[in-house]
């Protein structure tokens, strides 16, 4: 399943007793973050649109004045994504 929510709605979402909101408040940092957690809402990997994508257009995700990286990457963004799917579908 892929979907977006707002942070604020889905710490209501996991006070209420949602067990996947839970996990994913729980883990969750600014400012986009992507989750991969099992049918049991079991942390697999996640994302983190800063840490794991450093060079990245300003417009995008970064705050004015920061996170300004030039050359090469090391890892390309596609290869960073395709190893955190192959990592969640590797636990099922």
């Known amino acids: 399943m892929c979907t977006a929510i707002i942070i604020d709605d889905l710490q209501k979402r996991a006070a209420t007793g949602d067990e996947l ?46 996170r300004e990286v030039t050359g090469e990457e090391e890892h390309s963004h596609p290869s960073v994504f395709l190893k955190h799917v192959a990592a969640h579908f590797a636990k099922e």
Request: net charge negative.
């Open 21 to 66: 909101a839970k996990v994913l408040a729980a883990n969750w940092e600014y400012p986009v973050e992507m989750m991969f957690a099992t049918p049991a809402c079991t942390l697999v990997s996640r994302l983190n649109s800063f840490k794991d994508f450093p060079i990245m257009h300003p417009d995008v995700a970064a705050l004015a004045g920061e």
